[in-house]
């Protein structure tokens, strides 16, 4: 730790709600663009299969993220996100 080189706990704050802010509109959109992949192509199909090749998402994340879209976020250690 430096002293002479803090910066508050607010700022922090602010700055690290600013980002989740963004990231979750972001992931927001992505579960919103699974569910159209997989609507139109088929959740195990090869197209699929490549845009979650390509965007390095797994299949695992990517049925949590299609669940969120679909209005039916997941449930991990009996809490509903």
């Known amino acids: 730790m430096n002293p002479?080189?803090?910066?508050?706990?607010?700022t922090l704050i602010g700055e690290i709600q600013s980002e989740l802010?963004?990231?979750?509109?972001?992931?927001?959109?992505v579960s919103e663009l699974l569910?159209?992949?997989?609507v139109e192509f088929?959740?195990?199909t090869d197209k699929m299969k490549q845009i979650l090749h390509q965007t390095d998402i797994s299949p695992s994340k990517a049925s949590k993220l299609i669940s969120i879209a679909q209005?039916?976020?997941?449930?991990?250690?009996g809490v509903r996100l």
Not at 21 to 29: A, I, L, P
Not at 35 to 38: C, L, S, V
């Open 42 to 44: 088929g959740f195990g």
């Open 4 to 10: 002479s080189n803090t910066v508050s706990v607010a």
């Open 35 to 38: 569910n159209q992949a997989d």
């Open 21 to 29: 802010k963004h990231q979750t509109g972001s992931w927001r959109k």
């Open 71 to 77: 209005g039916n976020p997941p449930i991990f250690n």
